[in-house]
């Protein structure tokens, strides 16, 4: 099915399924831990070996010698791999990093073997007398260094833009902020281990793996070990958290696969916790420089934002893309740079782009207001553009964040924020507001589904879909319900295998509008194989509770079953609409902090975020994914850094105790608000994905808000105590 006009009133629009808050259809089988995940697939790999990985100690060099006789010979061990018995492999098309070392080290943690065994213990006990001789050599892990030495790669033409004359306006403007602002490396720290179990029945792999994309995992796995991909089954039902971080292949995968061929048994394979922070990947660190100059009325002039970010392979952190896009401004000039730093691979990380960018730019909104003594919710109200502001030809499909702004400011009582920093106090405790814009894409991408609409009337809906936590199972289920005229206790979905249909996959804020949207074309084919079954013909038809209509005709859908069941598989594909809309999600958020006046400590008082991201398919869910992307912004602002060894070469934090995320006590209140808001152009949904607008902005809104509690301006996150300490006011 083709997507190329924007939709009009179709079988969703009835809104009896979709738009309601609906619990998660897998909640139970989770809440019960009968949902397997990946590590837990014990029935569909019986008598699987354990293997244990291995991680480098140095972060760049080579391997001498491995010495693995006395792991051999441990109890239960039956194999260990290395790059000596592994074969030639490759690398992903996504990740870039290798999946073992040998002979060349490329950075700490990097796999160099695997000791396998009939148990965990066993397994774990062998690795501990694997013996390894390295020779050092001196790398590159500190990205300050690199950009003031100019030690970067060459700039590709699409990491850079310009309108107009930005030097010229920005020289010329009467009011300017020039700024530096850093965020560092960021771990995505989810509560399910990267693991795999991999199967080998002769040349065919089946790999019960935590994946984000199959799709891209097929490929990848298939390209690493030199295999047509037809040969390769993956499956990945249940998945506990990814972030980005389990998009596709890593070294877990291709270890187990490697040994279970070798071995001829199936091989379990997770990565230990403390191995994951250096072995797979990460959100780079940033540093950013922007300026902005204005008018003394407040209209930007001029914009520009340049980032540095470092990595193993040639990608950077696209922090600068919602400059591009989120303010007006007649002059524009925008550079990524990278330089390579031999530390993991950084990759994408919930919200890449919007999120560290957001970080810089939306502080120094704030600043600007203070500078032109306008209110920072104005002056982005008065810099407001409804076209894009480098193409001022494609307009936005929706874009309501002046709507977002008023109503935010409204609900959270913001005309009672003290325009003058550190002025309020309760008791002990600095009391400030802050807020920011937020922005990120809505993206949709090909794809498929499969509806089956069984003899007893029930539907079973077939996709390689993901479910990352996020709620595809029951947005999936919703779409069928409304199409079909069932109820949602009617349908079965399953997700994550290769043998269904190619689904979108999880990532990019793409996953919930094109799968929903690739199940909507399979359930119109079906309706039309439905409709010719009762004798409908090509007539209007309706589906609801369990009946179908045409004029003033109306039948049990049962009895289009009375042959047998009806199967249906189609794609949703898209036509240009991307490129003559500017098609994004838009939020506002609203912090209030207070800060102790004598120990600098921060505490999160109350949130809000109000959302403009299309239909809202299940409200539930989708606060859910909101407040979740909060609680990971009040991270990034307060506490989340990977602290890198400059001299070693690794991130030092390299596990849950070290490296702090936020928990319950540090996170209050949240409120959500969706506006109601429907994008035709998306697709027939007219939903858009709101998994990373959750993020995106949050740590300076809350960065603002302490500025305005203490009068401290930090530009370098995360803000921690020891960065206030010095400048605050003194006690009474």
């Given at each position: 099915m083709k997507f190329d006009t924007p939709a009009v009133r179709n079988p969703i629009d009835r809104l009896k399924v979709v738009g309601k808050a609906t619990p998660r259809i897998d909640g139970p089988l989770k809440t019960t831990g009968q949902a397997p995940y990946a590590y837990e697939q014990h029935a569909a790999a019986p008598g699987a070996l354990y293997g244990y990985i291995v991680g480098a100690a140095i972060a760049k060099g080579r391997i001498e010698a491995i010495d693995h006789i006395a792991a051999s010979a441990a109890p239960g061990v039956l194999g260990v791999i290395t790059a000596q018995n592994a074969g030639k492999l490759d690398v992903g098309a996504f990740y870039v990093a290798r999946a073992l070392a040998g002979p060349e080290v490329d950075h700490y943690h990097q796999a160099v073997a695997m000791v396998v065994a009939q148990t965990f213990e066993q397994a774990r006990a062998a690795a501990g007398l694997v013996r390894v001789r390295y020779a050092r050599v001196k790398g590159a892990f500190d990205l300050a260094v690199a950009k003031d030495t100019g030690q970067l790669l060459p700039a590709k033409p699409a990491q850079a833009s310009g309108i107009g004359d930005f030097d010229g306006a920005f020289a010329g403007a009467p009011v300017t902020v020039d700024a530096t602002y850093t965020t560092p490396d960021h771990a995505h720290a989810m509560m399910e281990p990267h693991a795999t179990i991999a199967s080998w029945s002769g040349d065919k792999l089946t790999l019960w793996t935590a994946i984000q994309l199959v799709g891209w995992g097929l490929r990848d796995i298939a390209k690493i070990l030199g295999m047509p991909k037809e040969n390769v089954r993956i499956v990945s039902p249940y998945i506990g958290g990814g972030f980005g971080g389990k998009g596709s292949i890593l070294c877990d995968a291709v270890l187990a696969a490697l040994a279970a061929k070798q071995l001829g048994r199936p091989v379990k394979v997770t990565l230990q916790r403390a191995l994951m922070f250096n072995n797979t990947t990460h959100r780079a660190a940033t540093i950013q420089r922007i300026r902005i100059g204005a008018s003394k009325a407040g209209k930007i002039t001029a914009i520009g934002h340049e980032s540095w970010s470092g990595n193993l392979g040639e990608r950077p952190e696209s922090a600068t893309a919602p400059t591009r896009i989120l303010y007006a401004g007649a002059n524009r000039m925008t550079r990524l740079r990278v330089a390579h730093l031999d530390l993991p691979e950084a990759s994408a990380m919930r919200a890449p782009g919007e999120a560290p960018g957001m970080m810089a730019l939306e502080i120094a909104m704030d600043e600007l207001a203070e500078k032109l003594g306008l209110d920072p919710v104005a002056l982005r109200i008065l810099n407001d553009t409804q076209v894009d502001p480098e193409s001022p030809q494609k307009p936005f499909s929706r874009r309501q964040l002046v709507e977002c702004l008023q109503m935010g400011a409204q609900k959270f009582g913001w005309d009672q924020r003290s325009a003058t920093p550190a002025m309020r106090r309760d008791g002990r405790w600095l009391v400030g507001m802050g807020m920011a814009s937020a922005i990120r894409g809505a993206p949709v991408i090909k794809s498929a589904a499969r509806v089956t609409l069984g003899k007893d009337g029930g539907v079973t809906v077939e996709t390689d879909m993901t479910d990352i936590g996020t709620g595809s199972y029951t947005i999936l289920a919703q779409t069928a319900a409304e199409m079909l005229g069932v109820a949602l206790s009617q349908v079965v979905v399953r997700l994550g295998d290769s043998r269904f249909p190619e689904g979108a996959g999880s990532g990019g804020q793409f996953g919930a509008t094109s799968s929903t949207a690739g199940v909507y074309a399979a359930c119109v084919k079906l309706r039309a194989m439905v409709a010719q079954r009762l004798g409908f013909g090509e007539a209007e038809v309706e589906f609801a509770d369990g009946r179908v209509r045409s004029g003033g005709n109306s039948r049990p859908l049962l009895d289009a079953l009375a042959q047998g069941e009806l199967q249906a598989e189609d794609a949703m594909e898209y036509g240009d609409l991307s490129k003559r809309y500017a098609q994004q999600t838009f939020a506002a958020h609203f912090v209030e902090v207070g800060v102790d006046v004598a120990t600098g400590e921060i505490r999160i008082r109350r949130m809000l975020a109000v959302c403009a991201?299309?239909?809202?398919?299940?409200?539930?869910?989708?606060?859910?994914?909101?407040?979740?992307?909060?609680?990971?912004?009040?991270?990034?602002?307060?506490?989340?850094?990977?602290?890198?060894?400059?001299?070693?070469?690794?991130?030092?934090?390299?596990?849950?105790?070290?490296?702090?995320?936020?928990?319950?006590a540090d996170i209050p209140h949240q409120e959500v608000i969706f506006l109601d808001e429907v994008d035709p152009t998306i697709g027939p949904l007219k939903a858009k994905g709101v998994g990373e607008l959750g993020i995106s902005g949050v740590p300076a809104a809350i960065a603002n808000a302490v500025y305005n509690a203490t009068g401290v301006r930090v530009r370098d996150y995360p803000i921690t105590l020891d960065k206030l300490l010095d400048h605050l006011p003194k006690l009474a």
């Open positions: 991201a299309g239909r809202i398919i299940n409200p539930m869910a989708a606060r859910s994914q909101i407040i979740g992307g909060m609680t990971m912004g009040a991270g990034a602002a307060l506490m989340e850094e990977l602290v890198v060894d400059r001299r070693a070469g690794f991130f030092v934090n390299h596990d849950l105790a070290g490296y702090e995320v936020p928990v319950h």
